[in-house]
């Protein structure tokens, strides 16, 4: 890393590190640019949902055909990560928020090309709540 002076330089603005799933008030899911390139989700086309109200999971199936039903087109933008439409997904299990939510994804330890979303632990964009009042 680069000084100038005692102050050290970062440079490294364009990657996103720290992962993080959105879910909006207006009914989209998205995973940030440090996500895509983690899960490698580049790969795939589409994404099945599903819910385990047990649990508070949701997890998120990735396709790279459209080979079953209820599949939902993965909408990429280049720098920005990719978000999909998940309105009636969300409404259905009356887990729609108020206002936009943030969670960070893991990868399913049992299930092939499946991230999941824990909703009982919500972030702030990937940073935990209490690094935020710690500050």
Do not use: C, W
Request: aromatic content about 12%.
């Amino acid at each position: 890393m680069a000084k100038l002076a005692n102050f050290e330089i970062f440079e490294d603005t364009g990657k996103k590190s720290t992962l993080f799933a959105s879910i909006s008030s207006t009914g989209r899911i998205a995973l940030n640019e440090g996500a895509v390139r983690q899960f490698e989700l580049t790969k795939f086309k589409y994404v099945l949902q599903m819910y385990d109200r047990e649990k508070k999971l949701i997890g998120l199936q990735f396709f790279d055909e459209k080979t079953r039903k209820g599949l939902v087109k993965l909408q990429f933008r280049t720098g920005a990560g990719v978000f999909f439409r998940a309105v009636n997904f969300l409404k259905e299990f009356a887990i729609l928020p108020a206002s936009a939510l943030f969670y960070i994804p893991r990868r399913s330890e049992d299930l092939q090309n499946v991230l999941v979303i824990d909703l009982k632990h919500e972030t702030e964009r990937g940073y935990a709540k209490k690094n935020k009042k710690q500050n």
